[in-house]
Nanobody, 119 residues
Framework: QVQLVESGGGLVQPGGSLRLSCAAS????????MGWYRQAPGKQRELVAT??????HYADSVKGRFTISRAYAKNTVYLQMNSLKPEDTAVYYC??????????????WGQGTQVTVSS
């Protein structure tokens, strides 16, 4: 079984920083893309950032403030969030598009971690 486990969410004041981590574990052959999505109350889940190979992609709303990185040997992806705004408040989900042992490629999700930006 493949699992994605997130950590690092919490409450932060506007202008503050948080770092999210997500570790993938289990019988994994290869991970192609890792990324972060978020869902605010009453809104649809939206892409925040993805990383594949040496390429990164960001939503316009987080460009210049968030940085995605990956530790390939640890199957871990990070999201450094700086200059946080109240509108960044959401549940953040880790996603991995990967090939597990004994099955086809697919998308896997973490359980989500709450990020709240408030004074």
């Amino acid at each position: 079984q493949v699992q994605l486990v997130e950590s690092g969410g919490g409450l932060v004041q506007p202008g503050g920083s948080l770092r999210l981590s997500c570790a993938a574990s289990g019988s994994i052959v290869s991970i192609y893309v890792m990324g972060w999505y978020r869902q605010a109350p009453g809104k649809q889940r939206e892409l925040v950032a993805t990383i594949t190979g040496g390429n990164t992609h960001y939503a316009d709303s987080v460009k210049g403030r968030f940085t995605i990185s990956r530790a390939y040997a640890k199957n871990t992806v990070y999201l450094q969030m700086n200059s946080l705004k109240p509108e960044d408040t959401a549940v953040y989900y880790c996603n991995a598009h990967l090939l597990p042992v004994g099955s086809g490629r697919g998308d896997y999700w973490g359980q989500g971690t709450q990020v709240t930006v408030s004074s």
